[in-house]
């Protein structure tokens, strides 16, 4: 026990001093950050205001429209269609709209030179039915009360029912702030194992690499040497966890007496989204983690070379993609899909597609508890299954590639059964 919390120490330290470490630690951040500026520019252009000019028979319809505008500007030196269609076509406007009728005869019509005005011809038809509801509420004789009464939509509130207790009961619907969530948490996951498979299979290959392996054998055992770099690099992972939660702690506490951040509290239920979305997320972050981190401790005693590690854990790679793809573009449209749920329950894809199911509540607890149970099941197996063939695989040193090396280790194990 006590060699084993030396390699574990070791891994530790040696880790968390590197510059790696902040790197993965400020990564996170870094994604969303550029995530976030994207999405403010990609939001700051689509809300430049449009160019363009109006042109309508009669001049009070002109004005009121202009005073109506919304989301674009209004050319108001450009009044007959001659000039507005020069103007268009010097790319002085973006577009013009022409203006027929009155009162309840009113209609028009949007000129531009290009396919993309699907928000402006919007923004338009906005303007167009302000002008509208203005004529028929003065032919009428309606009041400015009556008008905004006329025009104030119909309220209306989500309640989610929960039929899974014995009197149904009814609660907000935080689905969205939990799908929000799920997105998160995928992201997290799909961070963390890339970043850690990478680690666990160099611990394990540069020491094999060095040929220090046969050294380090020969003082403790195969299984203590594994378990230590799986114990080390995990308690890695858990200081990295655990410095996030301190900032969001912080965070939290920095904010939440601000006037929108509490009135967004005072609508949500914090109860409910810890309990399912921290509660049952955090069981499949840590399972996941595990999973894929024995897998790659398990690759990385196959190769001979630090250098070949980035192209043994390609296929862990690929299955760490393939469900953060499956649960990003399928578990946030179609939580129902034979794809999403038959993937929730294996092992490699559940930590990626189930939190989906369960911000959509489209998976019982009965399911949910079977998922995981899955998942560290499978982990706990690929555990001693690699750790019993770890002394074989670090004795291994051949450059037939990863499949050739797992052969001869089988082979070196069998022989060392009997």
Known sequence: MNKLWVVAGESYRRNIKSIGFLVMILMPFILFGIGGLFGYLMMDKGNESQKIAVIAESNEVRQLFIENAAGYKVTKSIQAESAAKKALKNEKIDGYVKIS?????????????TSDSETILTQVTQSLSSVKMYQLSQEFNLTAQEVASINTPAEVATQKIDFSQ??????????????????VFCLLIFIFIMNYCSIIGQEIASEKGTRMMEIILSSTKATTHFYGKLIGVSLVCLTQIAIYVVFGIIGYFSVRNIAFVADFLQKVSLREIFGSLIGFNLLFF????????????????????????????QPIIFLGMAGFYIGIFMGQTNVEHILVKVTSYIPFFSP??????????????????LSILILFVS???????????????????SDGGIWKSFKQSLALSKSESK
């Open 166 to 183: 014995k009197n149904k009961k009814e609660s907000t619907d935080n689905s969205a702030l939990l799908s929000v969530g799920a997105y």
């Open 286 to 313: 840590v399972g996941g983690i595990l999973l894929y981190s024995v897998l790659s401790a398990f690759l990385g005693s196959l190769v001979s070379k630090i250098e070949d590690v980035a192209k043994a854990i």
């Open 352 to 369: 990626f597609v189930m939190p989906f199911r369960i911000a959509n509540d489209s998976v019982s607890m009965i399911g949910i508890v």
């Open 379 to 397: 982990t706990g197996l690929l555990t001693l299954i690699s750790a019993n063939l770890y002394r074989s695989n670090v004795l291994i040193y």
């Open 101 to 113: 009728g009155t009162g309840d005869t009113l209609k028009a019509n949007y000129y531009t030179t």
